[in-house]
């Protein structure tokens, strides 16, 4: 093999050895920061879930208390949203009977 040759050979090997260290650094901090990363957005999810299930829980207590005077603050776009609103249109359903019932009531005194 000619000096050349192996000059070139030797670069080659460098190049390919530098190549899979930082190959390897940049899989290890992938590996590392993955999971960071997901977890952290797992615990933002879940919270925000958690909580808006709480004043949905808050408002379901507060309509068996026949507490019917009640305001559902959720701004998701999704089901627990949909359920939000219809909570609060059963609310107000609730308390327009009620408004309905004590009319006829006095009506029939």
């Known amino acids: 093999m000619s000096f050349k040759r192996k000059e070139k050979a030797l670069s080659i090997t460098r190049y390919h050895n530098a190549s899979s260290a930082s190959d390897r650094t940049l899989f290890i901090i992938v590996?590392?920061?993955?999971?960071?990363?997901?977890?952290?957005?797992?615990?933002?999810?879940?919270?925000?879930?958690?909580?808006?299930?709480?004043?949905?829980?808050?408002?379901?207590?507060?309509?068996?208390?026949v507490d019917i005077d009640v305001n559902i603050e959720v701004k998701t776009r999704d089901e627990i949203g949909d359920l939000a609103k219809e909570m609060s249109v059963m609310a107000s359903s609730i308390q327009s009977l009620g408004l309905q019932t004590r009319e006829i009531t006095w009506l029939l005194r």
């Not at 590996?31 to 958690?50: C, E, M, N, R, T």
């Open 31 to 65: 590996l590392v920061i993955a999971p960071i990363v997901f977890v952290v957005f797992g615990f933002k999810l879940s919270s925000s879930i958690g909580d808006n299930i709480k004043v949905l829980n808050a408002a379901a207590k507060k309509i068996s208390l």
